[in-house]
Nanobody
Framework: QVQLVESGGGFAQAGGSLRLSCVASGRTFSSYGMGWFRQAPGKEREFVAA????????YYSDSVQGRFNISRDNAKNTVYLQMNSLKPEDTAVYYC????????????????WGQGTQVTVLS
């Protein structure tokens, strides 16, 4: 298991930007594929973005493609989510997660989760 702690959430105006960070501790960070998910009130947790162990491969949901960028720094045990052109519908609690799979969108493939960080986009 790996322990994950997110930070960087907060308020942003529509059209603005936020950068989320997720620091991992425990077993070797570079052995995990990483993902970001989000959950809005009354909705199911949904996939946002994923990145492979090396960072060479990424994948995004259609709703954030072209606006969000996932990256990782294995030397710092950190994965990032740069969120640009934010929309009110991006408002949610954002979670980072670790998977032993290389690159997956399946929430059930992620065995370690952070506590979440709130992102609120104001119109």
């Amino acid at each position: 298991q790996v322990q994950l702690v997110e930070s960087g959430g907060g308020f942003a105006q529509a059209g603005g930007s936020l950068r989320l960070s997720c620091v991992a501790s425990g077993r070797t960070f570079s052995s995990y594929g990483m993902g970001w998910f989000r959950q809005a009130p009354g909705k199911e947790r949904e996939f946002v973005a994923a990145i492979s162990r090396t960072g060479r491969a990424t994948y995004y949901s259609d709703s954030v493609q072209g606006r969000f960028n996932i990256s990782r720094d294995n030397a710092k045990n950190t994965v990032y989510l740069q969120m640009n052109s934010l929309k009110p519908e991006d408002t949610a609690v954002y979670y980072c997660a670790a998977s032993t799979n290389a690159l997956t969108t399946n929430v059930l493939s992620y065995g370690s989760w952070g506590q979440g960080t709130q992102v609120t986009v104001l119109s």
